[in-house]
Structures are given as structure tokens and as C-alpha cells.
């Protein structure tokens, strides 16, 4: 669990988040969103928080954003976050970041056919469970290859 204000600064942060990238909790509250985040998913982050600086929303729906632990491995986080008020007026993010790291590990070991092949197991009729899904983009057909 954290808090942040509108700039993305660390206000407050508890163990299990010292535990997860690897910092102290000193270390996290000197740094803002971005020294976690991995550039390419940054916008994202802005994004969802601009929603409720803007008071567009109090809460954004639990997103994933791939950040870096401070020895530099990968960390995988669903993030769940809402709108702290001061009166009418929003400070800050109140957030909870989950490790989804093995979640993603799995579904990338299973192949861009992961979703296709589970769709069809559970809406397909048993009779044509065993046709074939050819998951490539775009279809060998269009002459694309």
C-alpha cells in the first residue's frame, strides 16, 4: 500500500512494498512513480492518475504496470488506486499494488494462443472443441507472411 501526491511523489509506503522492489522505506519516500515504473508504461500511470486529479473518477479500474525492483529485475504489479480529498479538492493517490509477476510470467509461457485456446474450451460446444484456432495475425491467407 503507498500513497503519492499529484507529481507522483511517495508519501507514505508500508513493508510489503520495501519487501517488494527491494528499497527501504527512506529510499521509496525519496522517489517519485517514475523511478519504479518502466518508461513504457508510464503514460498509463499518468493517465489513470490525471482521471482523478481532474476529478474524473475516484477510482480507476486495477491496471498492470510493469515496474523494476531496485537490483533491476522485472516486477509485475496490478494496481488499484483512488482519489485522496482535502476537503473538495484532490492530493493524492491512495494505492495498492499487487505482485502479478508469476500471473504474467505464466500467461507469457503460454503463447499469444492463451486466451484463444480458453475461449474455446469454455464457449465452443464440445463437438467442435477439437478445431483447430490458428492464431497468427494476420492469416497466412492474406499473403502478409
Given amino acids: 500500500m503507498y500513497t503519492h501526491d499529484l507529481k507522483g511523489r511517495f508519501l507514505s509506503i508500508n513493508a510489503a ?15 517519485q ?8 508504461h508510464l503514460a498509463t500511470a499518468a493517465a489513470n492518475m490525471a482521471l482523478k486529479a481532474e476529478g474524473k473518477v475516484e477510482r480507476t479500474p486495477p491496471y498492470e504496470l510493469l515496474t523494476h525492483a531496485k537490483d533491476g529485475h522485472d516486477v509485475w504489479v496490478e494496481v488499484s488506486t483512488r482519489a ?4 473538495a479538492r ?11 509477476t508469476d500471473r504474467h510470467a505464466r500467461r507469457k ?4 494462443c492463451a486466451s484463444a485456446s480458453s475461449a474455446r474450451s469454455s464457449a465452443w460446444p464440445s463437438s467442435t472443441s477439437t478445431r483447430a484456432i490458428s492464431c497468427a495475425w494476420p492469416p497466412t491467407s492474406w499473403g502478409h507472411r
Avoid: C, N, W
Fill in 17 to 31: 512494498a520495501e519487501r517488494l522492489f527491494g528499497y527501504t522505506r527512506d529510499e521509496l519516500l525519496a522517489m
Fill in 33 to 40: 512513480i517514475r523511478d519504479l515504473v518502466d518508461p513504457a
Fill in 84 to 87: 485522496m480529498h482535502d476537503g
Fill in 90 to 100: 484532490v492530493v493524492g493517490v491512495q494505492g495498492i499494488a499487487r505482485d502479478v
Fill in 109 to 112: 509461457s503460454k503463447g499469444p
